[in-house]
């Protein structure tokens, strides 16, 4: 990713003239060039310099996966150190085509049932690498004459343990410079860092939160998240009343389903219970298969009784439609997976 100050200082440093940073930042994020060479409004010896200096991304696609009815592209790529991450691709039926992207090279949080979690932890991301993986699905898209419409930041990794990078990132999918992306059309996940829920309340915008909260007591909740050790499910929900009473914004509470461990009517009673009052939605999630022993999705007519519970108590909640699970891109299987060669398609 390449910003309009970056290219400018490149123009000044090369005694280009100031106006070629406008056209070549144009080029890349309105027109959606992806060579430099592609760049029709700058001369050639301008297109080999950039070449020579500049990356236009940092996130190159290496592999690839599309689930069986074409809703899911779930892409491997490959940073400039080599390392992996996964961003997947959702086209619903109802027009959202939301991207989910990774935060970090695996997760250091290893929550149990999470496929990302089995992954050895590198580092976190720079946020060219987490808006260069939205910019890479803006102009696939662009090819189909459509465009990203919304992001999540659900993939591999905690965004909270990577804050400064998250909020560089968020401000350039948000800026019209480069994709323009409504605050509201984002969300942020958390696993529940009570400190960083606080400064994400006190932001100047309007990016929507999602807790992965997954259990509803702190006994079950430390069992399958080993973060709920550091932050007490107290201090977590503190946080979060903080977060709605600061910001007036509705929190998302993530609950995935994981059969005779947290889907019981008991707790289903608790979390009615837990969430209470606040202003809310419980979205469940049905577990999608992974190779961790001992850890299965719950029934069907389990997670509808759950649903009807949270309803009977007042509690708005939804059950999660989950794409792309033929091809391990739903939540809590990108395990760096993919496998066929990229190809682009013009
Ligand atoms: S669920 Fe999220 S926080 Fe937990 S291990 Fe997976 S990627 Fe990390």
Same mark, same amino acid.
């Given at each position: 990713?390449?910003?309009?100050?970056?290219?400018? +200082?490149?123009?000044?440093?090369?005694?280009?003239?100031?106006?070629?940073?406008?056209?070549?930042?144009?080029?890349?994020?309105?027109?959606?060039?992806?060579?430099? +060479?592609?760049?029709?409004?700058?001369?050639?010896?301008?297109?080999?310099?950039?070449?020579?200096?500049?990356?236009?991304?940092?996130?190159?696609?290496?592999?690839?996966?599309?689930?069986?009815?074409?809703?899911?592209?779930?892409?491997?790529?490959?940073?400039?150190? +080599?390392?992996?991450?996964?961003?997947?691709?959702?086209?619903?039926?109802? =027009?959202?085509?939301?991207?989910?992207?990774?935060?970090?090279?695996?997760?250091?949080?290893?929550?149990?049932?999470?496929?990302?979690?089995?992954?050895?932890?590198?580092?976190?991301?720079?946020?060219?690498?987490?808006?260069?993986?939205?910019?890479?699905?803006?102009?696939?898209?662009?090819?189909?004459?459509?465009?990203?419409?919304?992001?999540?930041?659900? =993939?591999?990794?905690?965004?909270?343990?990577?804050?400064?990078?998250?909020?560089?990132?968020?401000?350039?999918?948000?800026?019209?410079?480069?994709?323009?992306?409504?605050?509201?059309?984002?969300?942020?996940?958390?696993? =529940?860092?009570?400190?960083?829920?606080?400064?994400?309340?006190?932001?100047?915008?309007?990016?929507?939160?999602?807790?992965?909260?997954?259990?509803?007591?702190?006994?079950?909740?430390?069992?399958?998240?080993?973060?709920?050790?550091?932050?007490?499910?107290?201090?977590?929900? +503190?946080?979060?009343?903080?977060?709605?009473?600061?910001?007036?914004?509705?929190?998302?509470?993530?609950?995935?389903?994981?059969?005779?461990?947290?889907?019981?009517?008991?707790?289903?009673?608790?979390?009615?219970?837990?969430?209470?009052?606040?202003?809310?939605?419980?979205?469940?999630?049905?577990?999608?298969?992974?190779?961790?022993?001992?850890?299965?999705?719950?029934?069907?007519?389990?997670?509808?009784?759950?649903?009807?519970?949270?309803?009977?108590?007042?509690?708005?909640?939804?059950?999660?439609?989950?794409? =792309?699970?033929?091809?391990?891109?739903?939540?809590?299987?990108?395990?760096?997976?993919?496998?066929?060669?990229?190809?682009?398609?013009?």
């Amino acid at each position: 990713m390449l910003t309009l100050e970056q290219l400018t +200082d490149f123009c000044q440093k090369h005694e280009i003239p100031a106006f070629r940073a406008k056209q070549i930042a144009h080029a890349i994020y309105q027109e959606g060039v992806e060579s430099f +060479d592609d760049i029709t409004t700058i001369p050639k010896p301008l297109k080999k310099l950039l070449s020579e200096n500049l990356q236009i991304s940092t996130v190159t696609p290496t592999a690839q996966e599309m689930s069986g009815d074409g809703s899911t592209l779930k892409i491997l790529f490959k940073l400039p150190d +080599d390392n992996t991450i996964e961003g997947v691709l959702m086209q619903f039926k109802d =027009g959202r085509r939301t991207v989910c992207i990774s935060s970090e090279v695996g997760c250091p949080l290893k929550c149990k049932f999470c496929a990302s979690g089995t992954l050895t932890f590198k580092r976190s991301l720079t946020w060219e690498e987490m808006a260069d993986q939205v910019i890479f699905f803006s102009r696939y898209l662009r090819r189909q004459k459509a465009e990203v419409n919304h992001v999540v930041y659900m =993939g591999i990794g905690e965004p909270f343990r990577n804050y400064d990078n998250l909020m560089k990132s968020l401000k350039v999918l948000m800026d019209p410079e480069y994709i323009g992306l409504g605050a509201r059309k984002i969300t942020v996940s958390t696993a =529940g860092m009570v400190e960083k829920i606080r400064q994400f309340a006190d932001e100047p915008f309007q990016v929507n939160l999602a807790l992965s909260l997954h259990a509803p007591t702190q006994e079950l909740r430390q069992e399958i998240m080993p973060i709920a050790l550091r932050y007490k499910l107290d201090d977590l929900m +503190d946080a979060i009343r903080y977060y709605v009473d600061k910001t007036k914004r509705r929190i998302s509470f993530e609950y995935v389903m994981l059969r005779g461990i947290n889907d019981t009517e008991k707790c289903a009673k608790q979390l009615a219970k837990l969430v209470k009052g606040m202003l809310c939605h419980v979205n469940l999630i049905p577990y999608n298969a992974t190779d961790i022993p001992g850890i299965e999705g719950s029934e069907k007519a389990t997670i509808k009784r759950f649903q009807e519970i949270l309803e009977e108590a007042g509690i708005p909640a939804t059950t999660r439609v989950s794409l =792309g699970q033929d091809i391990s891109a739903a939540c809590g299987q990108l395990a760096n997976k993919a496998q066929k060669p990229f190809a682009t398609k013009k």
